[in-house]
């Protein structure tokens, strides 16, 4: 009998063994024999109700199984009775309706035993024939309550209880959560609305079975759903003789589906499975011809019928094949739209004269939707209805594919005609984009060059009206500065280094060096002035506290104690403008950002409100007369445009010609290479005594624009020009017709003498001579002779043209070279070089050139002085002059407030007031030039330029603790001392230095010390920094050595002087 098999579905398999099982049975009664019990069997009646029996089982078993696999349940007969609705003579009907017996979805969690009937038939056949309509009318009704009994007494199944149905897998581990996906489910508007086209179903929810297709309502209730092959093919079963041998039968007697499809549109494809049994060896007392009953299946494959693919041959299809017409049958409720679409596909296999195409009918149905809306196929779109795209997209991209189709030579001569017009056309427009561009351009440079004019024009009457104010205001000043200058005024300093651009750009620093003067403040030591000072950086607290501090200071210079220190903080404001933070890296001059500074200017408007006032500035800007006009208040100083004139070199040489003062030997107003190779040569061979020849540019300041060169000592025919002077004579030397050798000769060296050995003084900007020559010429300069002599010293006087005419020199001082000969680092002052009225003489002389010139205000100027060794007297020469406010007259102004004393230019001397000291003094160091000096005269060295990379590294209150330690500081009873110029918080690494003491020796010698003293605290070995301290003090030290020479020298004229009075006397 039947035995427990492993399969995913007990029952299946249980039905299959009862059928096989019964199938066993006949073949056992068929071969048993009658001599045995002695009784009569009608084997014909017994055969046939095993016939019927088997028969029935059969279509029971594929019925469940189609339900189980989500089948239709299909009813395979004889062919005579296909559609026959009477029943057959053993009371079983023909066609077993769809409701004759509901099978479980699922099994029980066990298999189940098959139960074999062992017993005997009946004799009395009418019993049989009511028994069995009595089974098939309560099988027939499943809910009766024997249902389940009757189908296990007469087939020997056992229904499972539906309401206690069990997993039949175990479960390791409980997983909550849904395991069922969600369904589509159309809306309800498609179901009751007959006009909207059905919806595509996707294979995944083909797959749930027709009926669930029917309940979701994706298929309509009222759909007539036909087959257009059966599912099972019925055929008569083969029956074997029994004289035939016995044999194992080899066909299964039913089919199982292998792969269940649910469109019922084409037949479902079954695979055979075939069983074998074997018999025990008995055999029937009946007949011994066998009968074996074989179901044969059909072996066509069966098309899923979801797949509507068809195939279109040379662009035309063909309407009578077989997948076209399902496509159509099944789709034909959306004919109208799917027809337009095939046309356009027609159409396009054409004009692309492809030969065949498989449309996919989904994709087609799919893309509908999208071609409702934009009526038009793409290529994109015909590909997507494709099977196989890739193919046909090769074919589409072969160049000239489109021409082998329909009307292909009209659309070739079509692309032809259109491409020769593409090209005239864009011929045509590049060359109208050309000249539209062209006439952008020229209407932007138009609007632009109008904007231009018109601001120029703007910035020119504001200009013009600025100038025109400050020369209105500029003749009130003069007209009244003599009252002025004696009653109460505020006075607006403004450090403005007014230079052009190029020049500021190439300054570092250059808001540092544009606040080096802070010594303006001390004009508050006039009791009538106010000062306002515009600082180019912020100050802190620790800076301000620090210049309140000294500038409280004069009560107690003037008592000589300290306790009499007075608050003046109501008399001097320090403002910084608001745009420095704004532009900090645009190389502006102060005027320039105080004029764009509002917060800044309003402050001052109300500072100076109601009072007398007038602006104090550096080199004067244009921008300059802009904030005096917002301020309203005049300007002591020049123009800009006389101030810039006369302050480059070339202008200074014009006031010193006109003022008649000595000059060194040279030219000015060089602007081409060739008319500077011809000057030079001629200064040469003038003055062969010259040695070394200055470069110096109109518009640079410091040393920065100057470079040297030492012709004569690289010149090869410098002797013979010696020899030619020396034959000639001094006078006929200097006539054309002597010199003409020499310029031919000197010509042709000259230009490789200046490129191989002229040098830049700042070597950092102009690394070349040719760099330099280059801005040289753009800028113009000067060439002028330096002293023929090794000793030689500069000096600076600072001088006041007021508005009324008069003449003051303010300050004189000797220049410090810490850098080089050609970069003033420092002055002492006074100055002690030159015979003071030899020096005061010549600078009235240019101050009444300047003052010809409308120059008002403060200007410098540098002088050189040497003793010329052809003469052996001392020389003069002017050779520079700036028309602004200087850092040395700032520091003397810093010097009178904290010694209280007074400059007399005149006589070079600064006097002190005398008063008892304390205490008894030490000896003093000797005085300048060995002449004693009384008490009350005071010499001060001077600096604004001091560096040292290491002062960052110190706070300057660490700074001043340090000095005071080691003993630098200022001592107001001595009226005497050190103080220091601190300009900035955040870099710290330059400084201001003031030393004041009795003489000129002592001063130099406190002020080597202390530069020694802060370089050794600020400093370690492996650290030196960046700094000029070292040079500074060599300088020092040289003019000390100097000094100390010329002592020497003076002693031993003395002493000569009195030897020749000695020796004159016996005579008498």
Request: proline residues 6%; glycine residues 6%; hydrophobic residues 35%.
């Amino acid at each position: 009998m039947a035995q427990d098999a492993d399969s995913c579905d007990p029952i299946g398999t249980i039905l299959i063994q009862v059928h096989e099982d019964l199938y066993q049975l006949k073949e056992k009664l068929t071969n048993f024999p009658l001599e045995e019990k002695g009784e009569a069997l009608n084997i014909q009646n017994l055969e046939t109700a095993i016939k019927r029996t088997e028969m029935g089982l059969r279509i029971h078993i594929e019925k469940y199984l189609n339900v189980v696999n989500h089948h239709v349940l299909t009813t395979p007969v004889n062919d005579d009775n296909l559609y026959s609705p009477h029943t057959s003579s053993w009371l079983l009907p023909a066609v077993i309706d769809q409701k004759s017996f509901v099978f479980p979805l699922e099994s029980e969690g066990k298999l189940w035993q098959t139960q074999r009937q062992h017993g005997t038939f009946p004799h009395a056949f009418p019993k049989i024939k009511r028994k069995i309509g009595l089974n098939v009318k309560i099988m027939q009704d499943p809910e009766n309550i024997h249902h389940r009994a009757a189908v296990n007494a007469n087939y020997g199944i056992s229904l499972p209880y539906i309401n206690q149905r069990k997993a039949c897998v175990k479960v390791q581990k409980l997983i909550k959560g849904s395991t069922i996906a969600n369904l589509t489910v159309p809306p309800t508007s498609h179901r009751t609305d007959p006009y909207f086209t059905p919806i595509p179903v996707p294979q995944a929810d083909a797959r749930k079975g027709i009926l669930s297709m029917i309940e979701r309502g994706l298929i309509p209730p009222t759909a007539r759903i036909t087959f257009q092959n059966p599912p099972i093919i019925p055929r008569a079963a083969p029956l074997h003789n029994l004289d035939e041998a016995h044999k194992i039968p080899t066909a299964a007697p039913f089919t199982i589906p292998q792969k269940p499809q649910l469109i019922p549109v084409e037949a479902t494809k079954f695979s055979p499975k075939k069983r074998r049994s074997q018999g025990k060896g008995k055999r029937s007392r009946g007949h011994h011809d066998r009968k074996i009953m074989k179901v044969t299946t059909p072996l066509t494959a069966v098309k899923s019928p979801w797949d509507y693919d068809f195939f279109i041959y040379n662009g035309v299809i063909d309407k009578t094949s077989t997948d076209f017409l399902a496509f159509k049958e099944h789709f034909h409720l959306s004919w109208g739209s799917i027809f337009s679409l095939l046309e356009h596909v027609e159409k396009f296999l054409r004009d692309y004269a492809i030969p065949e195409v498989k449309i996919k009918g989904n994709n087609l149905v799919a893309f509908l939707p999208e071609f409702e809306l934009k009526h038009r196929l793409t290529r994109y779109d015909f590909l997507s209805l494709l099977e196989n795209p890739i193919h046909i997209q090769m074919m589409l991209n072969i160049p000239g594919q489109r021409y082998k189709g329909q009307d292909g030579r009209s659309e070739a001569a079509n692309k032809i005609r259109a491409t020769w017009k593409c090209f005239k056309a864009r011929k045509l427009f590049l060359i109208y984009r050309q000249q539209k561009w062209a006439s952008g351009v020229i209407a932007i440079a138009w609007l632009l060059h109008c904007h231009k004019t018109r601001v120029k024009k703007i910035l020119k009457e504001s200009r013009e009206r600025h100038l025109e104010n400050f020369r209105i205001r500029a003749k009130h000043l003069a007209a009244n500065w003599n009252r002025i200058r004696t009653s109460r005024r505020t006075i607006i300093h403004i450090p403005s280094l007014g230079y052009s651009l190029p020049v500021r750009q190439n300054i570092d620093d250059f808001n540092i060096r544009q606040n080096m003067q802070l010594g303006r403040l001390c004009d508050i030591l006039d009791a009538n002035v106010s000062v306002i000072y515009i600082c180019s950086h912020q100050m802190n607290d620790e800076l301000l506290l620090y210049y309140n501090k000294i500038l409280s200071l004069q009560a107690a210079v003037k008592s000589g104690n300290l306790e009499d220190r007075s608050d003046l903080q109501d008399r001097f404001k320090i403002i910084t403008p608001e745009a420095i933070n704004i532009f900090p890296k645009h190389h502006m001059c102060l005027a320039t950002y105080l004029m764009y500074s509002p917060k800044a200017i309003k402050r001052i408007k109300n500072l100076i409100q109601g009072k007398q006032a007038y602006i104090v500035s550096g080199l004067l800007h244009r921008d300059d007369l802009a904030v005096a006009d917002m301020l309203n208040i005049p300007i002591l100083g020049p123009e800009p445009e006389i101030a810039h004139l006369y302050s480059s070199k070339s202008g200074s040489k014009r006031v010193f010609d006109s003022a008649d003062v000595p000059v060194p030997p040279g030219v000015y107003g060089i602007y081409r290479h060739q008319q500077m190779l011809e000057q030079l040569g001629q200064l040469v061979i003038d003055h062969l005594e010259i040695q070394r020849w200055l470069f110096k540019m109109d518009y640079e300041f410091g040393g920065n624009g100057t470079a040297f060169c030492d012709i004569p000592s690289h010149l090869e025919c410098y002797d013979w020009f010696l020899k030619e002077r020396s034959r000639y004579g001094y006078e006929d030397w200097r006539k054309k017709w002597a010199q003409e050798p020499a310029l031919v000769k000197i010509s042709e060296e000259l230009a490789g003498i200046l490129a191989q050995h002229a040098q830049p003084v700042n070597e950092k900007r102009f690394p070349t001579w040719r760099k330099f020559l280059q801005t040289f010429l753009s800028q113009g300069g000067t060439m002028e002779a330096y002293p023929p002599v090794e000793s030689v010293t500069n000096l600076t006087v600072d001088m006041l043209i007021e508005p009324n005419g008069e003449i003051r020199v303010l300050s004189t001082g000797d220049q410090l070279h810490a850098e080089g000969p050609f970069i003033s680092s420092g002055t002492t002052m006074p100055q002690t070089s030159v015979d003071p009225q030899v020096l005061t003489s010549l600078c009235l002389k240019i101050g009444n050139a300047c003052k010809m010139r409308n120059v008002v205000g403060y200007f410098s100027v540098d002088l050189v002085t040497f003793i010329d060794p052809s003469t052996m007297g001392q020389q003069v020469w002017a050779t520079g002059l700036s028309l602004s406010y200087s850092d040395q007259l700032a520091l003397t102004q810093l010097t009178l407030y904290l010694t209280d004393g007074h400059l007399d230019c005149s006589l070079s001397t600064l006097k002190v007031p005398c008063f008892v000291p304390k205490k008894e003094k030490k000896m003093s160091c000797l005085n300048a030039l060995s002449v004693p000096s009384p008490a009350t005269s005071r010499y001060a060295v001077m600096t604004t330029q001091l560096k040292h990379d290491n002062l960052s590294l110190v706070f300057h209150y660490v700074f001043l603790q340090m000095c005071k330690a080691h003993g630098i500081g200022y001592d107001i009873e001595e009226r005497q001392g050190t103080v220091f110029i601190l300009y900035e918080h955040l870099k710290r690494n330059k400084l201001g230095m003031l030393t004041i003491g009795e003489d000129l020796q002592g001063v130099l010698m406190t002020f080597a010390r202390n530069l020694f003293i802060i370089h050794q605290e600020i400093s370690a070995p492996n650290m030196q920094g960046e700094t000029n301290f070292k040079t500074a003090i060599d300088d020092i030290e040289t003019i000390l050595g100097v000094t100390e020479e010329n002592k020497i020298r003076f002693e031993e004229e003395l002493k000569q002087s009195k030897d020749d009075k000695n020796l004159s006397k016996p005579d008498k």
